[in-house]
């Protein structure tokens, strides 16, 4: 009896849950929360990698907590495709944001290691890939913009170049191997970068 109400009160707490992802307004939530909304999931894996820096290097919020052992495992069994593509899509969207903004030295074990708990779920994959935006048009995108144009191509991107995904990489592989480097303008790649990211260990 007592393994019945434990597994009902789960299910229950899954349930709310997902409502409060889903910014559905059915649960009360303070202004901040709301605004959140699905990010709050975000949030608790920033939480659970604070100790391996964060997403990125960016700290989790004060009031984030780490995810409790399977609940996106019972969330993605609860959820059908579309729910859980409402509620994954801004999440992978920012975990691709956050491994952008890292370089090889940066603090990306975060990011690839949530993605890949992400992928590892059957059915959250599934969503994932069933997301319109998952995939860069490649016919408005090309090159290096096609990296930063869908979650799908940003994740694999790990850049040893200062602007090579059009933006700044921290910390520079170039600054931190060669001291000066040459910074020149978005999306072309600076000739010392590569020779020099050699030099680092």
Do not use: W
Not at 32 to 57: E, V
Not at 131 to 156: E, I, N, R
Not at 170 to 187: I, K, L, N, W
């Amino acid at each position: 009896h007592l393994q019945g109400t434990i597994v009902a009160c789960k299910e229950l707490l899954v349930s709310y849950a997902a409502l409060v992802l889903s910014s559905s307004g059915v649960v009360p939530e303070t202004n901040t929360a709301a605004l959140r909304g699905a990010l709050q999931l975000f949030d608790s894996m920033q939480a659970q990698y604070s100790s391996q820096g964060g997403m990125g290097g960016t700290p989790a919020p004060a009031a984030a907590v780490a995810l409790p052992p399977g609940f996106l495992e019972e969330l993605a069994a609860a959820q059908d495709t579309e729910a859980l593509g409402t509620i994954m899509g801004p999440v992978v969207r920012e975990l691709a944001r956050a491994v952008q903004a890292c370089s090889p030295l940066g603090a990306y074990a975060g990011p690839l290691a949530s993605l890949k708990h992400l992928t590892s779920i059957e059915g959250i994959a599934k969503a994932l890939v069933a997301l319109p935006s998952f995939l860069p048009d490649l016919a408005a995108h090309t090159g290096k913009l096609a990296t930063v144009a869908s979650p799908a191509c940003a994740v694999g991107i790990l850049c040893s170049c200062c602007d090579c995904s059009l933006q700044l990489c921290e910390p520079c592989v170039c600054h931190e191997c060669e001291g000066t480097a040459h910074v020149g303008p978005p999306g072309k790649v600076p000739p010392p970068c590569l020779p020099n990211a050699r030099n680092c260990n």
